[in-house]
């Protein structure tokens, strides 16, 4: 694996900010608008981080604040995009986890302990008004993050998100309103894989799903994984803005 040094660009909330008014208030007080602020904000209920979301979404399209990146674990829910298949979420554990009706793009997904997701808010009026520009630079980013652990991971033709060979590793599924993006990846480092056998995975069926863990082995350091993609995100951004 590269060692190269990283800048410490994820802030992180985790323990001090226990509730979504105590973060909105950090958040209005100490982002800067004129960059992308990135922030952890530890393990959060899917429907209080998406309520989370949607306060965040309506303050960047106001202009009231800076664009936001949100990292952060879910604890184990199956989500369904806004047109998904609810067919694709099978028998096996729906009395056992959540299963939540969302306003995304994209079928049906898992999310849980284990795996890093980011919800970028961002205006893309500054950048690029392009949702393929959009999906395109996310799948890049994380494809560079990967890279930095000696996995050759791609994009597949038609398909959403990054796969390693045939076996997806990151999930995506976005929203956007007055070209502000909320939504976004699921990247995983080491969740529990026995929660997709309940589900058809985005609706693919004739691809698998993967690791970060299944190449490395050994515990990841789930900051140093953040803050490759933050990094990575200014860069690929920087090139537009």
């Known amino acids: 694996m590269n060692n190269q040094l990283i800048l410490n660009s994820v802030v992180d909330l985790s323990s001090k900010y226990v509730c979504n008014h105590d973060i909105l208030d ?13 922030y952890y904000i530890g393990k959060a209920e899917y429907s ?3 309520n989370l979301q949607k306060k965040i979404h309506d303050l960047v399209k106001s202009d009231e604040l800076g664009d936001i990146v949100l990292f952060l674990e879910h604890n184990h829910v199956y989500t369904l995009g806004k047109n998904a298949d609810s067919n694709y979420i099978l028998d ?10 969302t306003d995304r ?20 009026n500054k950048y690029r008004k392009s949702v393929s520009w959009y999906m395109r630079t996310l799948e890049k980013i994380i494809v560079k993050t990967l890279e930095k652990y ?31 993006t909320m939504h976004g990846f699921a990247l995983n480092l080491n969740p529990d ?17 993967t690791s970060l863990f299944e190449f490395l082995n050994k515990e990841i350091d789930t900051f140093e994984v953040m803050n490759y993609l933050a990094n990575f995100f200014i860069n690929e951004t920087k090139i537009i803005n």
């Open 193 to 209: 894989m026995k929660y997709y056998d309940g589900m058809i995975p985005c609706g693919i069926q004739e691809y698998g799903i």
């Open 48 to 50: 209080s981080a998406w």
């Open 26 to 38: 950090y958040l209005n007080d100490n982002s800067n608008n004129d960059e992308i602020n990135f």
């Open 150 to 180: 000696d996995v050759h991971a791609t994009t597949k033709e038609n398909l959403t998100g990054v796969w390693v060979n045939d076996e997806k590793i990151c999930a995506m599924g976005v929203r956007l309103s007055k070209w502000v």
């Open 105 to 124: 793009g994209g079928q049906v997904t898992y999310h849980g302990p284990g795996q890093l997701i980011g919800y970028p808010i961002i205006n893309l």
């Open 92 to 101: 096996r554990y729906q009395d056992k986890i959540d299963i939540i009706q």
